[in-house]
């Protein structure tokens, strides 16, 4: 009986932090990053704000889209702030 507690626990661990690692990998689609720009996606959904957030912290591809979503789309918060110079 201990095993099989043992094992469901830590299926329950391992299924968790997959889950959250995999979710944090998966690029934001364009309508999130819209939303993200926009500030909808802070407001409605915190933990989908949390993810984008932190995935656009280290993908250079998503944070190029986001630019073009910062010029192309109606302003956002921080509209009139300059683009970050970004050193490859």
Not at 18 to 31: F, K, N, Q, T, W
């Amino acid at each position: 009986m201990k095993f099989l507690f043992v094992a469901v626990v830590a299926f329950a661990i391992i299924y968790y932090i997959g889950r959250e690692v995999i979710g944090a990998l998966r690029h934001p689609s364009d309508e999130e990053l819209e939303d993200f720009w926009a500030g909808r996606l802070e407001k409605g959904d915190r933990k989908a704000f949390r993810r984008v957030t932190e995935h656009l912290g280290s993908c250079d591809s998503c944070r190029d889209r986001l630019d073009e979503v910062r010029k192309s789309r109606k302003p956002g918060p921080g509209a009139d702030a300059p683009f970050i110079e970004r050193k490859y």
